[in-house]
């Protein structure tokens, strides 16, 4: 069974630093590629990063771009998000996602998603 | 960046009915689409890719069409458990982006 388990959330201050973990199981992890998705309260999606197999490339969306590195550990099957610079609009339930083939296709799998929260 | 509009912002049906949801991008995307359901608490689940093909277990009352800019989702007779928020997304080329959401509710 593919699972995803995003680790990390929390209640952080303006200005500080975010880590993220997504352990992954139930599928050999260093053939996909990955992404981060997230979602304000109440809002809809939004895609945040993307890195593909052997983590040749990368994307970042503007709104995280300077502040943002995604990352991968294929022996530890762990896809990471580190985010600098927290703004109170970081705040967001933090989604991995597993990109169903090659670099550009749907989402087949989620996490469950991490609450983070950036207030002073 | 491709914009994704959805309509209409919120869907009242009555359980049995179809129900239908559009999806607008502001340039092509071909038939590089997906469909997603989100109900409260919990993450998305993929419906529909490639525009019309089904995702594993889906099933086949929910149907997508459409290519180009021009898309749409139909759920052909509403079940107690389709009430959600449905986003469409694009994968054409980078940034990603989601359209709103529909909120399909009794």
């Known amino acids: 069974e593919v699972q995803l388990v995003e680790s990390g959330g929390g209640l952080l201050q303006p200005g500080g630093s975010l880590g993220l973990s997504c352990a992954t199981s139930?599928?050999?992890?260093?053939?996909?590629?990955m992404n981060w998705v997230r979602q304000a309260p109440g809002k809809g999606l939004e895609w945040v990063s993307y890195?593909?197999?052997?983590?040749?490339?990368?994307y970042y969306a503007d709104s995280v771009k300077g502040r943002c590195t995604i990352s991968r550990d294929d022996a530890k099957n762990l896809l990471y998000l580190q985010l600098n610079s927290l703004r109170d609009e970081d705040t967001a339930v933090y989604y991995c996602?597993?990109?169903?083939?090659?670099?550009?296709?749907?989402?087949?799998?989620w996490g469950q998603g991490a609450l983070v929260i950036v207030s002073a | 960046e491709i914009v994704m509009t959805q309509s209409p912002g919120t869907l009242s049906v009555s359980p049995g009915e179809r129900a239908t949801l559009s999806c607008r991008a502001s340039?092509?995307?071909?038939?590089?689409i997906a469909w997603y359901q989100q109900k409260p608490g919990q993450a998305p689940r993929p419906l529909i890719y490639g525009a019309s093909t089904r995702a594993t277990d889906i099933p086949a009352r929910f149907s997508g069409s459409g290519s180009g800019t021009e898309f749409t989702l139909t759920i052909s007779s509403l079940q107690s458990e389709d009430f959600a928020v449905y986003y469409c997304?694009?994968?054409?080329?980078?940034?990603?982006?989601f359209g709103g959401g529909t909120k399909v509710e009794i």
């Open positions: 139930g599928f050999t992890f260093s053939r996909y590629s």
């Open positions: 996602a597993r990109v169903f083939y090659g670099s550009a296709s749907h989402f087949d799998y």
């Open positions: 340039q092509s995307v071909r038939n590089n």
């Open positions: 997304q694009h994968y054409n080329n980078w940034p990603l982006t």
């Open positions: 890195i593909s197999t052997s983590s040749t490339t990368i």
